[in-house]
């Protein structure tokens, strides 16, 4: 009995050792057969050391390849705690060089990692701070490469671009809304340690980073420096609560320029309030339009050919009574009788009520549909808000009244721009866009295009035609005659909109507007013009913002080297306008057969001989009344 309880005891022992054997080799085979990758990572992970280089983030460019936003290169120190032999020395002499507290410095080196980055104190290093770093000489500290995002022009154009945090990570605008693209593949430089962390050899294994891809914008710096520099004056001149302007190709649906005031620095943005660095105004600003509305007014009407601009008329006594409601005109005691074209050139309320009834309340939400204003551009920026208006069966008689003259809807300026672009570029809504294409930094192929997209069409050309037509009257012969550039076409629409507080108008405190846009016959550019509240001065779009828009137009011309139109509609001048006149034509003639013709003129002769050869300005451009004309002789 005893010898069979030994024997079993034994079996028992030896099956038991059997099975530790048999689980052992299944973990060793588990280890280097599914674990061996894991392992040997995390092996490497002790002795092998990487030292980071920040990829370069893309360049933005504008239309024309001029760099809107790059890197400039900089230094990050990291340290490898373990090759640090005395602590305490390196911390005191790093918080030194840094202006840093000791303390931290010290936490830093203190740490059980096999690499540590110094931050923030030690990142984005000047050029001198890092080599003062570097003559200590001391074993541990590296000193490598980081990109900083440089933005050129500081603060122009600052809400498009929008900014970068400290890991060049996009926070706002482009940066924000490209970040994928925009963000490259960081590299690093390899090499091997003991478990102490110093190293066993000098072969270093070098990663090259993948710098980010390029993107082209359809903004032009020269036209958006224009823009700047116009709200800039503005700014200064009224001190309004804020500013903004947009040019706009009609045609595509390409912003050329936008901006807006207060701005920021994105080369420093941590310096201003979030409402500033966040709110890009032209995308993000939601106001009733006021009279540059009434543009859409006219469009619906003639495309739907209820009102003739040259024989239907109209008496504007003063105002109009809609139910119970008194809607009064900007002029007091009224234009009296007018044709329609004047009640657009006069921007006459009671006119556009009238015009408004007879398209009727259906047609007219219709078009207010058509023309984009209740639905977001989709424009490619972040922050973009979309329009406010009554649902059709809220509009009774009165809000109908007041939405045909752009009162009770609420819009923002790029709806407009873009709607506005449709009444005039022969009725096609485009798509607004900002990026042009993205391409890869070394091949310099393109990755991705926009391309007009056309969503849908709302008038016919013929509409479009008289829209064009009309609107270059009304800054020929009406209330847009500050924006009026003698020798070119421009059209365009004053607009004066009273603010609303808690529901209530407020007194004295408008947004005065002005969309214009030239050459009037054939669209290139639709500037449009916002100021939020103007001090001392009479605040009508007119007076205030027309003007801002002309120089933005005339900039554009230089820039440009646009030639004068061949002809124009002649300005209605008042006495208080320097008036324009013809210039004579004289070439081939002899002094004295032009003396008649350049009476009240200064004349200043070049050359010899008696015939006239050249003449500055040409016959037929408009210069100032007694104007200077430059003849050559020969």
Known sequence: ??????????????????????????????????????????????????????????????RNGKVLATNITTTTLYVVPNQIKDKEKTAKKLSEILNANYDDILKHLNKRTSLEKINPEGRQLDSEIADKINNLNIDGLYLMKEAKRYYPYNEVLAHVLGYVGIDNQGLSGLELKYDEYLTGKDGSIKYTSDGKGNRLNNLEIYEQAQNGMDIT????????????????????????????????????GEIL????????????????????????????????PGSTFKILTLAASLEEKTVNLFTDTYFDGGGINVENARIKCWKAGGHGAETFLQVVENSCNPGFVVMGQRLGTERLYNYVKKFGFMDKTGIDLNGESKGIMFKLKDIGPVEQATISFGQGISVTPIQQVTGVSAAINGGILNKPYVVK???????????????????????????????????????????????????YRVGGKTGTAQKVNNGTYMTGNYIVSFMGFFPADKPEYVVYVAIDNPKGITQYGGTVSAPIAKGIMENIISIKKIKPASEVIPREYTWLDTKYVKAPNVLNLTKKEASSLLKGFKVEYNGNGNKIIYQDPEPDIYIKENGTIKIMLG
């Open 217 to 252: 914008l359809t903004i032009d710096i020269d036209i958006q420096l224009a823009l700047e520099k116009e709200l800039e004056n503005a700014t200064s001149k009224y001190n309004p609560e804020s500013a903004l302007a947009i040019v706009m190709d009609p045609n595509t």
């Open 257 to 288: 320029a936008m901006g807006s005031r207060p701005t920021f620095d994105s080369n420093n943005y941590q310096d201003y309030d979030l409402e500033t660095i966040n709110r890009n105004l032209p995308i993000w600003k939601n106001y009733e």
């Open 437 to 487: 294409y993205i391409t890869e930094p070394e091949t310099k192929d393109i990755i991705l295009e926009n391309k007009t997209t056309k969503v849908r069409q709302v008038i016919s050309s013929e509409t479009s035609k008289l829209v064009r037509y009309t609107l270059e009257s009304v800054v020929a012969n009406g209330t847009g005659k500050n924006a009026y550039i003698e020798n």
């Open 1 to 62: 009995m005893f010898i069979k309880d030994k024997q079993l005891r034994i079996k028992i022992i030896l099956f038991s050792i059997a099975f530790i054997l048999l689980i052992i080799l299944i973990r060793i085979f588990w280890i280097q057969v599914f674990s061996y990758n894991k392992l040997n990572n995390l092996a490497n992970s002790l002795w092998h050391r990487n030292l980071p280089i920040t990829a370069d983030r893309g360049n933005i460019l504008d």
